[in-house]
């Protein structure tokens, strides 16, 4: 066996979504493969003076001795791949993700290997279909070399790579439309929250009556988005004048001033359907987030009603997550009010003291940056909440007064804002007073139906007062249309205080350890975990438990077990006692 080593341009390459391609038509799929391959890949790599080491169904691994020559190639196969994809439907698309690495491999019997190549297929996987993500290395032998534009996304942590790796996104081809020229306009400026548009849904079935139910799906959901109080949602006359033209995401975005947009396609076979949607940040192109439903046409009405919905409460959560991500990747100095809000939610996620004092930061600086930014004073209203409440490092009066002006000063300046009038049912609750927390939550879900926070509040306020069964639908349900956002481990905490409170002791303890194993720096969850297991008799488990709620907060004894915190009834508090004496809580 010969081993040669050598340092190479590594371009690695798969299909995006091939197993959902193949899943639909199989013989299709690979057929159209072996044409893409035999008229666009290999002549590419030809012509660039690169060898094709190896396919892997539906990846490649292609080695060149120029870094230019691997970027001409894959931007090449991009711009041939997007001028092909568009007469095709977004769900049919075959769309490649690539990634470049110049570095040192070893070449046995043909084939490589080593760090130049592991990079090179990271970097594959973080770049979006028909998209090229590159190493440091790569732009700067490249630079000035090509006629391409390169985007940093800063330093990356891959899988199995010992050291973060600085990536970069490349801008080049462009996805044709086929469409006559235009005057050339002005792009929109971007409305300062997350703006987005609602595509008409392509009717992509022989039945020409599905087109109203395809268009019935696409202003179901906008009226549902026009409801949520942090996006800017496109009207439907506007969106509608793109039916039955092909579409550069794109152009799309620039000529609506829309961040995001929403696709989609529906499909009649027999009495089935198949709806698929895919959310994409227009400016990049890159999906944010896709999905399909199928379903039965039993009745026509309560299908498109089911699909909007769906396809609303999956949408709100994605952006939200984008944003944030977006917000991380900019310089701290150029942060403006919205960018250093979600920073704020971000950090706020994170469920520790460290990145609690964070949150408090970044939202105290978009009120400085804007004070009549309402999501600030919401955002510092939840930061001081976990100041006092789950770190101590707040007087808890101090705290209480604090969040209640907060939140009444986002109210003010927005009373239309259903998360603002979430915070203030939160607060009035957590100052004992449910009645007025209920009337806040119940109004926030009339102005948005899906708001997860709106649900959450509703739970908490549920919860302390004496419902908790109908507290843990609430909580259930606000999980359930946010699963990954920033206030999750309360709400789980609060799910397993509401099982508590139900005398659902084994529920709670199980909820309290999912709690502590996703979040184990959070502190509240140690302490219903003893109790319950107090009142299950599981003695050891329970003295342990204990040992570790005294170990992760101390401090939160006296507020919270020697006195009772204004929102936990006097009953409530005697029942979470008594399972806390049952782990062997012995009062001093």
Not at 161 to 186: D, F, S
Not at 344 to 361: F, P, Q, S, V, Y
Not at 528 to 557: D, H, V
């Amino acid at each position: 066996m010969t081993t040669i080593r050598r340092l190479a341009a590594i371009l690695a390459a798969d299909v995006a979504g091939y197993s959902r391609l193949i899943g639909a038509d199989e013989a299709g799929t690979l057929g159209r493969l072996r044409t893409i391959r035999a008229e666009v890949i290999d002549p590419a790599i030809t012509s660039h003076h690169g060898r094709l080491v190896k396919t892997t169904g539906d990846g490649l691994l292609v080695e060149f001795s120029s870094v230019v020559d691997a970027l001409h190639a894959a931007n090449e196969i991009q711009a041939g791949m997007a001028e092909r994809n568009v007469p095709v439907p977004q769900d049919e698309r075959i769309e490649f993700r690539m990634g470049l690495n110049v570095g040192d491999v070893v070449v046995e019997d043909g084939d490589i290997f080593g760090d130049g190549v592991n990079v090179a297929a990271r970097l594959e996987g973080l770049a979006t279909p028909g998209g090229i993500c590159v190493s440091a290395r790569v732009q700067e032998d490249a630079a000035g070399k090509v006629d391409l534009a390169f985007e940093d996304m800063g330093e990356q942590q891959l899988k199995n790579i010992a050291r973060p790796v600085r990536v970069y996104r490349v801008r080049g081809h462009a996805v044709p439309t086929h469409e006559p020229p235009q005057a050339l306009t002005q792009p929109l400026p971007l409305p300062d929250k997350p703006s987005i548009a609602v595509l008409p849904f392509s009717n992509m079935s022989s039945d020409p009556e599905q087109e109203f139910f395809a268009d019935g799906i696409a202003e179901d959901v906008i009226t549902a988005l026009s409801r949520y109080p942090s996006l800017f949602v496109i009207a439907r006359n506007s969106s509608f004048t793109y039916k039955g033209r092909p579409v550069d995401v794109k152009t799309v975005g620039r000529e609506l001033g829309v961040r995001y947009l929403l696709e989609g396609s529906l499909r009649k076979s027999g009495n089935r359907i198949r709806v698929t949607a895919q959310l994409v940040e227009a400016e990049t192109g890159s999906q944010v987030w896709a999905e399909r439903y199928d379903r039965d046409l039993a009745d026509i009405f309560a299908v498109q009603d089911e699909i909007a919905e769906a396809v609303t409460i999956a949408i709100a959560p994605a952006i939200a997550d984008a944003e944030q991500q977006r917000a991380m990747r900019k310089p701290p100095g150029s942060l403006d009010a919205w960018t250093a809000y979600q920073r704020g939610l971000w950090h706020l996620g994170k469920a520790t003291r460290e990145h609690h004092a964070l949150a408090e930061k970044f939202f105290q600086q978009a009120i400085d940056l804007d004070p009549n930014f309402a999501g600030g004073y919401r955002g510092l209203a939840d930061a001081r909440g976990f100041a006092f409440a789950s770190h101590q490092t707040l007087n808890l009066a101090e705290g209480l007064k604090s969040r209640e002006m907060l939140a009444r000063r986002a109210v003010e300046l927005d009373s239309a804002d259903a998360e603002a009038r979430s915070a203030l049912a939160h607060v009035l609750a957590g100052l004992g007073d449910y009645q007025g927390g209920l009337v806040e939550a119940k109004r926030a879900l009339a102005m948005t139906p899906n708001l997860s926070i709106a649900h959450g509040a509703l739970g908490f306020v549920l919860t302390f007062s004496g419902q908790p069964m109908e507290g843990l639908a609430s909580l259930e349900t606000a999980i359930r249309l946010d699963p990954h956002g920033s206030q999750v481990a309360v709400k789980m905490n609060q799910v397993a205080i509401a099982q508590y409170y139900s005398g659902d002791y084994d529920a709670a303890v199980e909820t309290a350890r999912q709690v502590i194993r996703s979040y184990p720096d959070y502190p509240l969850a140690y302490r219903w975990l003893a109790a319950a297991l107090g009142q299950l008799g599981r003695t050891e488990e329970a003295r342990q438990a204990l040992e570790n709620a005294i170990a992760a907060a101390p401090a939160s004894l006296d507020i919270y077990v020697r006195n009772r915190v204004p929102w936990m009834r006097p009953e409530d508090h005697a029942h979470m006692l008594e399972g806390l004496r049952k782990a062997g809580w012995r009062e001093e």
